[in-house]
């Protein structure tokens, strides 16, 4: 009795669950580790081939989570406010972290009705560029940069965690948050919600945010279970912070509109940062495409495991 499966005959050649053999004079368990893992990530039906042991299992293990695009260079378009943002939408980073995203504090600046200013329950709120406040449109200052989030839901074996919400906030060139700081308590950019898509992903027009004293220069975001849900705070299910690497930060605060974060950047550092010093940011670093003329594109997987229970706050000093 052969042990191998018999492919199907199809007018386009032999297929196997729906799916064209990569070298049809081939065996089905001999069309090589891209159509595996394919059937692998589509049916969970490859590990009973015969022939396919723990080495394809490990193969499999170790490779990255099959994505809807691959992530591109960033490129640049004028914007109305004559200046450029980044054109290209990558999908984040593919190759799974090594553990669930760090709880971290959501600040004293949140803006989600926390500790008082809510942004979250303003109409217009979901939406994707977060350079102007709501209804205005005046751009704030600064480098431009698209940020996609890809959120995975570990319970679920680190499926796309499609439809769930994600509320992100940062602060602005010169280290100011909207609704909180002197002088910008009425405005409200830099604050915004997206829904993620059937990949789980989110991506925010948005700009390099600054850095203030004491500080990783960073931004920050909670994930809801949906739309309806981000109304209260408290059902939030996953609260995180995203870093930037040393390198673009330093290219970018060479630039008049980023005054006094060159200097300040001096001062701290990954291991130094009170929410990124445990580990140097290692679950929390976005993979970062670009440059300070045209734009950034930043990207970055976050596991949210709904088995565990949330355990962020807010801290007393700055976020």
Do not use: K
Request: charged share 15%; with cysteine; proline share 8%.
């Amino acid at each position: 009795m052969n042990r191998f499966p018999d492919p199907d005959d199809t007018p386009d050649g032999p297929a196997y669950e729906g799916r064209l053999l990569a070298r049809p004079d081939d065996e089905v368990v001999d069309q090589g580790i891209g159509f595996d893992l394919g059937t692998l990530l589509s049916r969970r039906g490859i590990l009973g081939l015969a022939g396919l042991g723990a080495g394809a299992v490990a193969l499999a293990a170790c490779s990255p989570l099959a994505t809807s695009a691959a992530t591109p260079s960033a490129s640049a378009t004028p914007s109305a406010a004559g200046t450029t943002t980044p054109t290209s939408t990558p999908s984040a980073s593919a190759v799974l972290p090594a553990g669930e995203i760090p709880d971290e504090t959501a600040g004293p600046y949140p803006g989600d009705g926390s500790n008082g200013p809510d942004v979250l329950e303003q109409s217009g709120i979901i939406r994707r560029d977060l350079r102007t406040s709501l209804g205005g449109t005046a751009v704030v200052e600064g480098v431009p940069a698209e940020v996609t989030l890809r959120i995975t839901d570990m319970a679920s074996g680190d499926a796309p965690f499609a439809g769930v919400a994600v509320y992100a906030w940062h602060c602005d060139a010169q280290g100011r948050y909207s609704m909180y700081s002197d002088g910008v308590e009425g405005e409200t950019w830099l604050r915004g919600v997206q829904v993620t898509d059937a990949d789980g992903q989110v991506t925010f027009t948005t700009i390099v945010p600054g850095c203030y004293a004491g500080r990783w220069p960073h931004s920050h975001f909670e994930v809801y279970p949906d739309a309806a849900s981000i109304t209260d705070a408290g059902n939030a299910i996953s609260t995180s912070q995203l870093a930037l690497p040393q390198a673009m930060l330093e290219t970018v605060y060479a630039l008049p509109a980023y005054d006094g974060s060159a200097r300040n950047l001096t001062g701290v550092s990954l291991t130094s940062d009170n929410v990124f010093g445990e580990d140097g940011g290692a679950l929390q670093m976005a993979t970062v495409t670009g440059d300070a003329s045209a734009g950034y594109a930043a990207s970055l997987v976050v596991r949210v495991d709904t088995a565990t229970t949330p355990s962020a706050g807010a801290a007393p000093g700055r976020p």
